[in-house]
């Protein structure tokens, strides 16, 4: 790890009186700037670890203190666990916030966390671990009385195996990785001569993407809604449900737009998906923020995974809620508690995200952000700064709240309108095109919804 470090301490920040007094941001960009703003009300001091391609980053500018570890490449940075924990001991810190993607659902950096002495935000390892595994975690959840997608039992291990399996189900049919998330270690069959090759190109994407090349068959929906349920439990059996968020606006398995409440689901079905999802964090006794998502189809929803972290989706719950999500992560996960109330949190209005996604990266010339009513923008630009492109290409959400669907449409067209920026190459005219398209606004789609109309998306855009 590199030895660089940087006091960026603006002063007037008091230890909190939490149970933590300084926490590591084991994270970059967006999530990383969200997390130290609420630090920052919650009294706590936090430190920001960055790369050297990170040096000038917001999150670096807004943290009371910075530490360097290490080059560009995630690899030797971000993902380099021994560096992050090195960091936290060196700059006395009480906990590690380990935000989203990169090592925020890695068991064995959480391990190593605690075994440090370390407050992990987050779930014990041992709860990740069997969440992470989804073979493991159908297996829980149909426990738990949650519907699972009609599938394989245990892995895939051959191409026997596989066949065994489909004759099961029927074509078409889903491979996928049984360590793995978005989209890597995926594939869709539809006919019988291309199963063994599909197989074999999802078992080795699954093993150069998770170290795991295991792989499972499901049935494969056609045109299900993307739903997922947002939860926070406190490891001592009280949970609370902040609703449900729609996430079918998809490419190539990428969300790019979440609302909440979702507009196919049902008074009946949204109390299924609690009622299992309940039992389910009780069993395990579950702590901090954790997410379960499921594919719904007519009435049935069924489980997929649990995403046992933080979502980037998370202020859409926020602004139907009135929830701090990230604070009741750091009081579940530091003191066993949670100020929000057990069981179905009441929620108003409409909220809706965009996720505004740089394509080319380079250095933001200019920067106008929308303001007025019920309009929130997280991000990590500031006119000047540079996007890299060693990372996740998200630069910024774009979220509103209205008093219905209807209103957030009208809200989000109209910040959509107003967000400008400039010296590179964004999304924004395609989600315009989204929000403005006819079947998005009817309410009535699928996960296919892109792809089915991505041609008229997609025209005279680049």
Aim: hydrophobic share 40%.
């Amino acid at each position: 790890m590199s030895s660089g470090f940087r006091d960026t301490r603006r002063g007037g920040n008091k230890p909190g009186g939490r149970g933590i007094r300084r926490l590591l941001v084991a994270n970059r960009g967006e999530i990383a700037v969200r997390i130290i703003r609420t630090c920052r009300e919650m009294g706590i001091e936090t430190v920001a670890v960055y790369s050297t391609a990170d040096r000038n980053s917001l999150p670096v500018r807004l943290a009371d203190r910075a530490v360097c570890i290490g080059p560009p490449p995630p690899a030797l940075s971000y993902l380099k666990s021994s560096n992050l924990v090195m960091a936290a001991l060196s700059t006395g810190c009480d906990a590690v916030h380990p935000g989203v993607g990169f090592l925020s659902e890695n068991a064995e950096f959480a391990r190593l966390v605690r075994d440090q002495g370390l407050i992990f935000i987050g779930p014990s390892p041992e709860v990740m671990e069997l969440l992470g595994d989804k073979i493991r975690a159908r297996e829980t959840a149909a426990r738990f009385g949650l519907s699972v997608t009609p599938g394989s039992t245990g892995a895939a291990g051959s191409v026997e195996a596989a066949e065994e399996a489909v004759r099961a189900l029927g074509y078409p049919v889903i491979i996928k990785a049984a360590a793995g998330g978005g989209g890597k270690g995926m594939r869709i069959v539809k006919k019988a001569e291309n199963l063994a090759e599909y197989l074999a190109l999802a078992r080795a994407e699954a093993e150069a993407n998770f170290a795991s090349g295991t792989v499972f068959i499901e049935k494969y929906l056609e045109n299900p809604r993307h739903v997922e349920l947002q939860l926070l439990a406190d490891g001592n059996g009280r949970v609370a449900i902040l609703g449900e968020r729609d996430c079918s606006v998809q490419k190539n398995h990428q969300k790019l737009i979440e609302e909440s409440p979702s507009p196919g689901i049902t008074e009946s079905m949204r109390n299924s998906m609690a009622d299992g999802a309940v039992k389910l964090f009780r069993e395990l006794k579950y702590s901090g923020a954790g997410t379960i998502e499921f594919l719904a189809e007519g009435e049935n929803c069924y489980f997929m995974e649990v995403n046992a972290r933080l979502q980037v989706e998370h202020p859409v719950s926020e602004l139907v809620t009135g929830v701090d999500i990230v604070q009741e992560q750091i009081l579940c996960c530091a003191e066993g508690r949670m100020e929000t109330s057990e069981g179905q949190v009441p929620r108003s209005g409409w909220a809706m995200e965009c996720r505004i996604n740089a394509l080319v990266p380079g250095t933001v010339t200019r920067l106008e952000i929308p303001g007025g009513p019920g309009v929130r923008f997280d991000s990590f630009l500031y006119a000047g700064c540079t996007v890299p492109p060693h990372y996740d290409s998200m630069a910024a959400k774009l979220i509103v709240h209205g008093t219905d669907r209807q209103h957030a449409l009208l809200r989000m067209t109209r910040a959509l309108d107003e967000l400008v920026i400039e010296g590179i190459k964004t999304n924004i005219p395609r989600q315009k095109r989204i929000i403005e398209h006819k079947i998005f606004r009817s309410g009535n789609f699928g996960n296919s919804f892109y792809e089915t109309i991505s041609g008229e998306i997609e025209h005279g855009l680049d």
